[in-house]
């Protein structure tokens, strides 16, 4: 009786060892997951920064502001739609957030986590646009 006890009490510490790596494992892959979203999240808006930086200025739009867009983005990295969220009060800076999105195309391909059945992820962040 002794030995069956000992031994259900030794396949239960199995048991629960093996689900304990199976969350761990999962953890990790959750924690890779977010980070690979975090980096892709942030390429895209740096790299829309860096092209409305590129492009210049001319002198009618030498100003800077906040505008939110939204951001459309294919499976294949292109963008498919821009549309500004909260304008920044200057028809002028939101059409140069819509431009710099458009120009900055295309991006790395999405993680598939963020792809929708339609493969397509949108984004929606704050846009600051300097001189």
């Known amino acids: 009786m002794e030995l069956r006890s000992f031994a259900l009490r030794i396949g239960l510490c199995v048991v629960l060892l093996a689900i304990g790596?199976?969350?761990t494992h999962a953890q990790s892959r959750v924690q890779s997951t977010s980070a690979q979203v975090r980096d892709w999240v942030s390429g895209v808006v740096t790299k829309?920064?860096?092209?409305?930086?590129?492009?210049?200025?001319?002198?009618?739009?030498?100003?800077?502001?906040?505008?939110?867009?939204?951001?459309?983005?294919a499976a294949d990295g292109f963008v498919n739609r821009v549309e500004v969220?909260?304008?920044?009060?200057?028809?002028d800076l939101d059409q140069r957030a819509r431009s710099a999105a458009r120009a900055a195309s295309p991006f790395s391909p999405p993680p598939p986590s963020l792809?929708?059945?339609a493969g397509t992820t949108e984004l929606s962040f704050p846009l600051r646009l300097q001189q």
């Open 21 to 23: 790596q199976a969350e």
């Open 115 to 117: 792809l929708t059945n």
């Open 85 to 91: 969220e909260h304008s920044s009060g200057s028809n």
């Open 48 to 73: 829309i920064a860096e092209a409305d930086r590129s492009r210049g200025t001319s002198p009618r739009t030498k100003m800077q502001g906040t505008v939110t867009i939204r951001v459309e983005v």
